[in-house]
């Protein structure tokens, strides 16, 4: 932490923990130590998301390594008084690592994690404390740019933005490229609902992106480098912003790089944050002024990409782990992870699971070690029921796939996709039609439109999934729902449209039974599509208060007082208002 303050307070920076405090911590706590005069000796600083959500807000007091959770204004003074004037740790707000959480670090492995929480991302001195810009010194002193291409090569890593692509290859067909201007691309973007890997590395520790965009530069001949990210993420931008300046003021960025012939510097340009610009050629169109749509390859950025130079596009987590495979080689990247998956995969972790947050797992971690030892198991000891691996373009996959290893492969061979690291848990009480239709949902309104496949193709499977959860379904729509489906992953433009379908194809296979009982039986298993719920009046509760038929909102409960109650049911629009206010537990649903 910064050499300045002989204690950091690092702030958990994660959303849970803000909306949890209600309040900016930092700024409060900054406040108190004033009143202490503890300003010069003691900061607060914040942080990257700590992986606790549950239990936040969470702050680490560094270098004593101690965690606080569930943090109130109130626990200032105690930690101030306490632990900062008279080192007595407050164990009430202690993180027990015996409790519920026991198993998140321990099948974790922190690479593209290795830094965040840890250092003071505002602080370049801190970074180079940690072996910063040490790769990028051995790159440039050591190894020629084929040399540490194939250093990248023999790691074996490969693209964690979601297609999977070798990312030493993709340094090496670039690099092949003759240009007089290349340029390095960092993906930013990071559309996926609830995913923020790259935002929590950013926000933790922007460093390592720069040093890594340098020494992509360094391999595949270019000197100009480019974030393109969502202007939604303000604190990594802002620290990005900081981190780019002490690079240059530094001699880290700019010309005669380490007393070298190397030269690199890296701007900044924002996307407005569409979904469909995570797809390569759509970004760069984005860079370039135009509509975030995508292009037929070939020909590839790495031929022609933004202004029509070879340009090489990695996303943030891929960056993250090229300075750690420099500095301690690619045989030690290798041994980590499975024979075609190498390394690390961080995992956004969420739904009806205990411990949600961010991981990072050795690659060929099974789905049941994330779910159950790392993510603590099903909220309210309810059955598991599926995993929604790749975000919204994904598959489901069922407990029958808990022992499968996540690595790249597998999880294409399960009928589901890596992506970029979204992971959502369902439980028992989910219903896999309305989940399909939720995902098709955001997949049609992101979709660009340019391909006919995915701009009306995904409409009528919209359309036909909203005919089923809505009591109007039949059996042919299930057939079509499948032929179109194939139809449109064969036909469809960009990874967006040919991954649209994967929600309702997993589901299809893994959960028949659902889309059978919602069109042949009338009914929904788990009771969550509303158009199959109706509302009876129990006839031996009912008092005839008419409590009920003077809330209804639509006037669709008749009955005199002291008589029988009858909802019409032509009229009911299923708000459950009528059950709320019955005080008799007379209103039921079935």
């Not at 990257?48 to 109130?74: A, L, R």
């Not at 480098?225 to 802002?238: D, S, T």
């Not at 943030?316 to 090229?322: H, Q, R, W």
């Not at 019955?582 to 039921?588: G, H, L, P, T, V």
Request: aromatic content about 8%.
């Amino acid at each position: 932490m910064s050499i300045k303050f002989r204690k950091n307070l690092l702030v958990c920076s994660g959303k849970s923990c803000q909306d949890a405090s209600n309040f900016d911590l930092v700024d409060f706590i900054n406040t108190k130590l004033k009143d202490y005069n503890l300003e010069h000796e003691i900061q607060a600083v914040q942080s990257v998301c700590f992986n606790k959500c549950t239990i936040g807000p969470n702050m680490i007091v560094y270098p004593d390594n101690v965690e606080y959770s569930t943090i109130t204004k109130d626990d200032i003074d105690d930690i101030i008084i306490e632990h900062l004037l008279n080192n007595r740790i407050v164990e009430r707000l202690v993180y027990n690592d015996k409790n519920k959480f026991s198993g998140t670090n321990k099948k974790q492995y922190r690479i593209a994690l290795r830094n965040c929480g840890f250092i003071d991302p505002e602080e370049i001195k801190d970074y180079i404390e940690n072996d910063g810009y040490d790769a990028l010194a051995k790159c440039l002193t050591e190894f020629t740019p084929e040399a540490a291409t194939q250093e990248i090569i023999k790691s074996g890593l490969r693209g964690r933005g979601g297609g999977g692509f070798p990312t030493g290859i993709k340094w090496e067909i670039t690099s092949k490229s003759i240009s007089d201007q290349k340029y390095v691309v960092c993906n930013a973007d990071e559309g996926d609902p609830g995913a923020f890997m790259d935002r929590s590395i950013l926000e933790g520790d922007p460093h390592s992106i720069i040093e890594a965009m340098a020494i992509c530069g360094y391999c595949i001949g270019a000197n100009k480098g480019i974030v393109y990210i969502r202007a939604e993420y303000p604190l990594a931008i802002k620290r990005l912003k900081i981190a780019l300046e002490q690079a240059k003021d530094y001699g880290l960025l700019g010309k005669n790089i380490f007393g070298t012939n190397f030269e690199f510097t890296i701007d900044i340009k924002y996307g407005a944050g569409a979904f469909v610009c995570g797809e390569e050629t759509a970004l760069i169109h984005s860079m370039e002024g135009l509509r975030g749509e995508p292009t037929l390859k070939p020909p590839y950025p790495s031929v022609s990409g933004y202004l029509e130079k070879p340009t090489n596009v990695n996303n943030v987590e891929t960056f993250a782990s090229i300075p750690a495979i420099i500095n301690k080689g690619a045989a030690w990247y290798s041994s980590i992870g499975t024979e075609k998956s190498k390394g690390t995969k961080v995992f956004a972790l969420a739904g009806k699971i205990n411990n949600v947050g961010l991981i990072e797992v050795p690659m060929g971690t099974t789905l049941r070690e994330v779910i159950y030892d790392i993510g603590g198991g099903i909220v309210d000891g309810k059955k598991f029921k599926a995993v929604q691996t790749g975000g919204p373009s994904g598959g489901c996959l069922t407990e029958k796939h808990l022992d499968f290893p996540i690595d790249f492969d597998s999880l294409t061979a399960a009928g589901s996709m890596m992506g970029s690291g979204g992971m959502i848990v369902m439980d028992e009480d989910d219903c896999m039609v309305a989940m399909a239709k939720f995902y098709l949902e955001f997949t049609v309104e992101e979709s660009c439109g340019k391909c006919a496949p995915c701009r009306i193709g995904n409409k009528r499977l919209h359309e036909m999934l909203t005919k089923i959860c809505d009591d109007n379904g039949t059996l042919e729509d299930l057939d079509l729902m499948r032929n179109l489906g194939v139809v449109i992953k064969d036909t469809s433009l960009c990874g967006l449209g040919q991954t649209s379908p994967n929600p309702i194809l997993s589901t299809m296979v893994n959960f028949y039974d659902e889309y059978h009982a919602h069109v042949v039986d009338h009914k929904c298993p788990s009771g969550q599509c509303t158009s199959f719920l109706k509302y009876y009046i129990d006839k031996e509760n009912c008092i005839g208060c008419l409590v009920c038929a003077r809330n209804c909102p639509v006037n669709a409960i008749f009955g005199e007082k002291k008589k029988l109650h009858i909802i019409n049911r032509e009229i009911c629009i299923k708000c459950g208002i009528c059950m709320e206010k019955c005080k008799f537990d007379a209103i039921y649903l079935k």
